[in-house]
């Protein structure tokens, strides 16, 4: 069964641009979370999205947006990009339950460097 | 103060040591526990979850919870070389089946032959 696939791997950007990243969960999961992880700030909750929907958002900026197909692939997009948005941005897949075990299935994520 | 307040380390124990992990936490409504581990380069892998208070094994890892104290542990027994990795404890603030998980900064260990 094939993994979360999360494309680009590596992109470097200058400030001011926008980035899309793209997101394939794992095939039958509708459930899909975005994390920004840096050095300084951890792992932190971007945004999650279930039947094209969003359900649960983080604290980040409007900057910070996303959406999800009726494929359940999702994308995310960063605008007007800054210097601290650098980081390992990781998608996140699972099967939505009663209960909130928490079971994700994270990408290998997409590294944004902003020069 | 962070919600999920985790020590980032480094700790380096030689092979065959028992490794304990912790986690504080100050939001008494959350239920769900979760210890994920992250290899270098590599995306978050779930290890266990627990619901509540108490323990859960599986196989050398052992998971607490101390809804009272509001504290959790993962405990690793026998340490092996290939458990160096970065550990995350993680609560689960999502409600409804959906998933909001805050993490704590993740502990980096280091298992030396």
């Known amino acids: 069964k094939a993994g979360v696939t999360q494309t680009p791997r590596y992109l470097i950007k200058t400030r001011g641009q926008q980035v899309t990243l793209s997101c394939s969960p794992i095939?039958?999961?509708?459930?899909v979370s975005w994390y920004q992880q840096t050095p300084g700030q951890g792992l932190q909750f971007l945004f999650e999205?279930?039947?094209?929907?969003?359900?649960n958002k983080g604290n980040f900026p409007g900057r910070f947006s996303g959406r999800q197909f009726s494929n359940s692939r999702s994308e995310m997009n960063v605008s007007t990009l800054e210097l601290g948005d650098s980081a390992l941005y990781l998608c996140?897949?699972?099967?939505?339950?009663?209960?909130?075990?928490?079971?994700?299935?994270f990408g290998e994520g997409s590294r944004l460097t902003v020069l | 103060q962070k919600e999920v307040e985790q020590d980032p380390g480094p700790l380096s124990v030689p092979e065959g040591a028992i490794v304990s992990l912790n986690c504080t936490y100050s939001?008494?409504?959350?239920?769900?526990f979760m210890w994920y581990r992250q290899y270098s380069r590599k995306g978050p892998e779930l290890l266990m979850y627990?619901?509540?208070?108490g323990n859960k094994e599986d196989g050398r890892f052992t998971a607490q919870v101390d809804k009272s104290s509001k504290y959790i542990s993962l405990f690793i027994r026998d340490s092996q070389p290939s458990d160096s990795a970065t550990y995350l404890c993680?609560?689960?603030?999502?409600?409804?089946?959906?998933?909001?998980?805050?993490f704590g900064a993740g502990t980096r260990l280091a298992v030396h032959p």
């Open positions: 939001n008494s409504a959350f239920q769900y």
């Open positions: 999205y279930f039947s094209e929907t969003q359900r």
């Open positions: 627990t619901y509540s208070s």
């Open positions: 095939s039958g999961h509708r459930s």
């Open positions: 996140a897949s699972s099967l939505l339950s009663r209960t909130n075990t928490g079971e994700l299935f």
């Open positions: 993680a609560m689960n603030a999502g409600t409804g089946g959906y998933n909001k998980l805050i």
